[in-house]
C-alpha cells in the first residue's frame, strides 16, 4: 500500500514536470528512478488518464 502512494505522489510530480519544464518524457522517468519507461508510461495512464507524451504536447501548446 505504501509503496503504491509513493508511485502515485511520483507520477503526480513527474505530470507537474511535464507541464512546467522543458524535459522531455525519457529524462523525468529517469530522474525519477522508474524502472522501466514502459512501467512509468502505464502508471502515468493509470493515475492520471493520459500518455506522458499527450501530458507534454497539451503543456506545449
Same mark, same amino acid.
Do not use: S
Given at each position: 500500500m505504501a509503496l503504491e502512494? !509513493? *508511485?502515485i *505522489?511520483? !507520477?503526480k510530480e513527474a505530470r507537474n514536470l511535464l507541464l512546467g519544464s522543458k524535459s522531455?518524457?525519457?529524462g523525468i522517468d529517469c530522474n525519477l528512478d522508474f524502472e522501466s519507461s514502459s512501467c512509468f508510461t502505464r502508471l502515468f495512464k493509470k493515475v !492520471?488518464?493520459?500518455m506522458p507524451v499527450q501530458c507534454k504536447k497539451?503543456?506545449?501548446k
Open positions: 502512494h !509513493i *508511485y *505522489y511520483l !507520477i522531455n518524457v525519457a !492520471i488518464g493520459v497539451e503543456a506545449v
